[in-house]
């Protein structure tokens, strides 16, 4: 099982300002099959990254993500109001997909 | 549009069997190209995959809940149900269905998700 930990536990930043996420996995990540969730309190998690990099339809173009093998980072360029929230990576290359434990983003 | 939307009791006793149910709206279970998947989350937790089915009826389980777990699949409902059995305190989550693709075809993420469910186990 490939186990995914995530960094920072939490992220307290402000509005405006780049917020850098990052997913590291145990062993290499088949295909960069790596996505990135954004879940809000009481809603489900929706899908903003897959594939490492490809956002999902309609998400916004200050949502970026990057990285290979065992090393991801999810970028949000500018923080809006709507963006702070706990994101989890997600590894489905290979069976069992698994999450990471999630960072938080925390208005300052 | 495609829509999920999870069933089922909010309270299961302790050694019994939680069973839930997602209903898939505005498509059809019957496409060829995803597989349909159950992911719970524990109060203030992060999210694990339970397991998922194909419309035919073949399944893939999470090696951690496999003995406990059966995915079931009703087309001609357009549904598909969760059954855990033996539940314990543990097994208290959100549960939540979404569509995706695994790695043993083009994989793709779990890109459409229903609100999710909460089950309490408790007696």
């Known amino acids: 099982e490939i186990v995914l930990t995530q960094s920072p536990g939490t992220l307290s930043l402000s509005p405006g300002e780049r917020a850098t996420l990052s997913c590291r996995a145990s062993?290499?990540?088949?295909?960069?099959?790596l996505a990135w969730y954004q879940q809000k309190p009481g809603q489900a998690p929706r899908l903003l990254i897959y594939?490492?990099?490809s956002r999902a339809t309609g998400i916004p173009d200050r949502f970026s993500g990057s990285g290979s093998g065992t090393d991801f980072t999810l970028t949000i360029s500018r923080l809006e109001p709507e963006d702070f929230a706990v994101y989890y990576c997600?590894?489905?290359?290979?069976?069992?997909?698994?999450f990471g434990q999630g960072t938080k983003v925390e208005i300052k | 549009q495609l829509q999920l939307q999870e069933s089922g009791p909010g309270l299961v006793k302790p050694s019994e069997t939680l069973s839930l149910t997602c209903t898939v709206s505005?498509?059809?279970?019957?496409?060829?190209?995803?597989?349909w998947g159950w992911i719970r989350q524990p109060p203030g937790k992060g999210l694990e995959w339970i397991g998922s089915?194909?419309?035919?009826?073949?399944?893939y389980y999470n090696p951690s809940l496999k003995s406990r777990v059966t995915i079931s699949v009703d087309t001609s409902k357009n549904q598909f149900s969760l059954k855990l059995s033996s539940v314990t305190a543990a097994d208290t989550a959100v549960y939540y269905c979404?569509?995706?693709?695994?790695?043993?075809?083009?994989?793709?993420?779990?890109?459409?998700w229903g609100q999710g469910t909460m089950v309490t186990v408790s007696s």
């Open positions: 997600q590894q489905y290359g290979s069976s069992p997909e698994t």
């Open positions: 089915i194909y419309y035919s009826g073949s399944t």
């Open positions: 505005g498509g059809s279970i019957s496409s060829s190209s995803y597989y």
């Open positions: 594939g490492a990099s």
């Open positions: 979404a569509r995706h693709t695994p790695d043993f075809m083009v994989a793709e993420p779990f890109d459409i």
């Open positions: 062993q290499s990540v088949s295909s960069s099959y």
